[in-house]
């Protein structure tokens, strides 16, 4: 009797949620493995041909694809690097106890909260238009044109929008970090005649080690998927020198309407995904033990 | 000395900080210019204050119907979310059995599946109960809001299952002699303690639902559904070189996530850093 009951609470508390995230991650993602090996043009009229690994042949010939995925790998990099240096150095300059440090923190951080399609769009215009201005009034202008003309300039314009969005977000990871660190300890290495720099480099940054994991992979994630950004900055452009690896895939599926070489596509995506995530709780998990 | 250099400081990095937010002032300035001031210098302040290209951006945009849109889906979402995920999270923590264990995996394993792996099987599945339930799952924004809750699920349930495994059972075994039935139990007892895990979840959520462009974009096809993000974009293709008027628009997007940062800034902070650090 009081079992049943326990049985009855069980699935009364737990069945709605279970119910929806079914229907909605996985049911698509079990026939979204079964789409991958057809052939079909997303008309529910037309027949899905079974084509065995067809599509995942053919992805490693789409030069486009590739030329995605490399452009993605060198934006994650450069972002990884961007992000996390502006956002330590960020923490660093409002942990100094000084009186406007919060207001500078809240004003920091600020960009993260407005969405990356209205972030892509207000720097559209600064690209465009703002950065050319500056540079005919200060004749910097092999410095200050229209980046997103430029195929090798608008990936690094991507990275500027991507580290101003980003760089508050690390930085109160980091802060967070630092504030764990005793103030004794800062006080004594102060009184043994460190420095400012031998007091970062010797004691904050080798006890920020587990804040650099979090952030370098939750930046390594967030800009290997990037996409409402590269939507609105670049559209891809100049002639697909900035599409990214997501864009790429809705362009394949939606644009194209190749929807099983796109969902095979989307797949390969996954895996890439899962492979970095794991290895980032693989070595935050061995962090936390040395800890 | 010592006070001057502090002082010095002070006012560096506030000009640093001012300075970061620069993008911002410049949107705010030409939304205010005509064409030809705006071309003439897009830095300097507006010679004339004019609300000429908020009130045409108002009526382009649809402003208050997508701001209604979004405060609808987001609000009912997070609410969701929050009481399903709570539940759930509860259930899991505190059955022993293998069940629970087999359903957390599979809820934390499916964090790892990007957005772009499941849109295309997700509309197809959606257009399935659609022709073939006919519950309209697509093109409406309870439609949203059921997908919402599916792809935010995990997270919560994550979340609130780590922070109920570090408070003791020791109360609810008390309040279960006390005869309290399990309903009352959870929302009795044991929800007011998930208070904070509950505001961290619920910001995270009300940002990415708030700011998310591509899943309202394969569901909501009516022009009047349209949540902020969407109609910004159709409201950007359509007016990108009218760059006074896009500028009115897009200060309009970011006048309520402004609001929202400066009455709820002290949990959005605190949210942040509890729900990366996880």
Redesign the interface.
Known sequence: MNKTK?RA??A???V???F??T???????I??IY?SFVKWDGI?ANPKVFVGFDNYVQIFKDERFLASAWHTVKFTVLALLSVNVLGLVFSL??T?K????N????????????????LG??????FT??ME??GSKTGLGHIFFNWLLSPQFALYAMVVVFT?QMAG?TM??Y??GIQGIPDEMMEAAKVDGANLWQRITKIIFPLLMPAFT?CLF?TLSGAF?I??VN??LTKGGPNNATEM??MN??NE??GYGH?GL??AK??V??II??VL??TQVAITKKREVQM | MKKTS?LL??VL??A???A??S??Y??VV?SFKSRAE??E???ALPSSISFEYYSKALEKMNFFTAFANSLYVTAISVVIVVI??S??A???AR?DHKLSKI?FM??VA?M???????????M??M?W?RTNLHIPMLNTREGLI??N???H??MA?FLYHGFIKSIPVALEEAATLDGCS??GL?WRIVFPMLKTITVTIAILDV?AM?????LPSLTLSDKALRTI?LS??YF?GEF?IV?NL??AG?TL??IP??I??VFA?KY??KG??AG??K
């Open positions: 326990d609470w069980f009364l508390f737990t709605p949620l279970i929806i995230f229907t909605v991650v996985i049911i698509p993602f026939i979204g789409y529910p300059l409002v100094a000084l009186r406007v440090s207001a500078a923190r809240t004003m920091f951080f600020m960009p993260n909260l407005i969405g990356g399609l209205i769009y207000i720097w559209q215009f600064l238009d703002a201005f500056i101003w977000y109160i990871i802060i967070a979090i939750m998927k996409y409402d939507l609105s690896f997501a895939i809705f599926i939606f929807y796109g969902q989307a797949i995506f996954f995904v899962a995530t794991l | 502090r400081s002070e990095l506030v640093l900080a001012l970061f937010l993008p911002i410049i949107m030409n705006l071309y210098n897009a830095l399903l995920a539940m759930t509860w259930m899991l059955t359903i599979v809820f499916t790892l599946i990007p957005f772009q792996t499941l849109m295309m099987p997700l197809q599945v257009d109960i059921y997908m809750v599916g792809f699920a995990s349930v399990k309903f959870f940002m708030w700011n998310d462009y591509l993000p910004t974009f950007f990108t760059w896009a500028m897009l997007t970011i996530v402004v929202f940062y800034q959005i902070i942040i850093a990366a650090v």
